[in-house]
């Protein structure tokens, strides 16, 4: 049975309410708010604001230094939640299960932790990033005017692991996860009667041609380096009208890789193929490209940072074989900052990540916030 501090309950009310009250991506207005009413009380520095619906809580140390950025992700997803505790959500079809509530929470814990020790030297920033779920956030935030005025030495960010045992820490050089994007190809024929589908160009044939070349580039295989994965997620084709002969037809696909430039030329050598496929059944084709992922490329002094962090917190380490395989938008971050992401392992036995019956543990609240001041103390103090 978890034991809960005294200075963590409202920390945990909090988060409940997060929960009960979840936004989708570009869609975190209320949660805005509620973030900002609620951090405001530790008095930091400066609030900013960042993309739509983001936000920047700037937390000073009593002198110069380097600056450091932690983020967190505002967003939930398109899921209906199946439990049925009181804090369930309230939006039908919308729900926490990704565990960005918790992620919130831990840094409204953080922030409190920096208003009562701030730091001795240095900044942090804390970022409350929309829209992780879709892609768009991370991005959105780098091009904002306010965030491109800030001055940033490293970021630093976290994510939740079910699967792996409670409060461990699970890192690794290099790419903690992939990049990923997905492919739209769409393909317009000519439709005809059913009875006479060779006066038409139906799409069928050059659909079921892309699906099986498009399979056989994968190479799904994780511990190799060369690792690429493609997954059809969804296709559509004609009306449900018995006499007519489809004109029209397209097939998504979502496609990840370890390496950023593999992607890339793979995805390339996907949209060539899709290419020739429609020449050689005279359908003119559209490609587009959405969500997509930069890969997580931790850096190795950030690495060694946080074993050394959480070596001083007592927490279990357990270097990862291999990347997570979803894709996190916070490479774009690792691109262009000296930087690092983390999992902290939520239980053997929690259910999976975008599981209907998901919920953040607990206990990992005093965990996540106190490994994050960790981090804190020994950037901003290595100089």
């Known amino acids: 049975m978890y034991k809960i501090n005294k200075d963590i309950e409202n920390f ?28 405001a009380r530790f008095n930091p520095d400066e609030i900013l604001e960042v993309g739509k619906t983001g936000l920047i809580f700037r937390f000073d140390g009593k002198e110069n230094g380097q600056s450091i950025l ?108 992939p990049a990923v994007t997905s492919v739209i190809i769409k393909y317009t024929g000519k439709t005809s009667h059913a009875a006479e589908p060779e006066l038409g160009l139906n799409p069928a044939a050059a659909m079921a041609e892309l699906i099986q070349k498009s399979l056989a580039l994968s190479i799904p295989h994780v511990e190799k380096d060369n690792f690429y994965l493609v997954t059809p997620v969804y296709m559509n084709m004609g009306e449900q009208s018995y006499g007519v002969s489809a004109g029209y037809g397209e097939v998504h696909l979502t496609v990840r890789a370890w390496d950023n430039q593999l992607l890339q030329e793979q995805t390339e050598q996907l949209e060539q193929s899709a290419k020739n496929i429609a020449a050689q059944h005279q359908l003119q084709i559209e490609l587009q490209r959405t969500q997509e992922f930069q890969a ?52 053997v036995e929690l259910p999976a990540l975008h599981n209907p019956d998901y ?22 103090n290595e100089k």
């Open 12 to 39: 945990i009310s909090f988060r409940k309410i997060l929960h009960q009250n979840p936004e989708l991506s570009g869609a975190e207005l209320e949660t805005k708010e509620r973030i900002r009413n609620f951090i």
């Open 70 to 177: 932690i983020r967190a992700e505002l967003d939930a997803l398109p899921i209906q939640e199946i439990n049925d505790f009181e804090y369930k959500s309230n939006k039908p079809g919308i729900s926490h299960k990704c565990g960005h509530d918790g992620h919130m929470t831990i840094l409204a814990r953080l922030a409190w932790l920096l208003s009562k020790n701030p730091p001795n030297k240095g900044k942090v920033y804390l970022l409350f990033q929309p829209a992780e779920e879709n892609g768009m956030g991370a991005k959105e935030v780098y091009q904002d005017i306010e965030f491109q005025k800030l001055s940033i030495d490293a970021v630093v960010a976290l994510h939740n692991l079910p699967g792996f045992p409670l409060h461990q820490i699970c890192i690794k050089e290099a790419a903690f996860t």
């Open 296 to 347: 997580n490329l931790n850096d190795k002094q950030m690495v060694g940072l946080i074993k050394q962090a959480s070596k001083n917190l007592n927490l279990d380490i357990y270097n990862l074989k291999t990347p997570m395989k979803w894709g996190e938008d916070f490479g774009l971050f690792t691109e262009h900052f000296k930087g690092c992401m983390f999992g902290l392992g939520a239980g």
């Open 359 to 380: 919920d953040f543990p607990d206990e990992l609240i005093e965990t996540g916030s106190n490994i994050f001041e960790e981090i804190i103390k020994l950037f901003l």
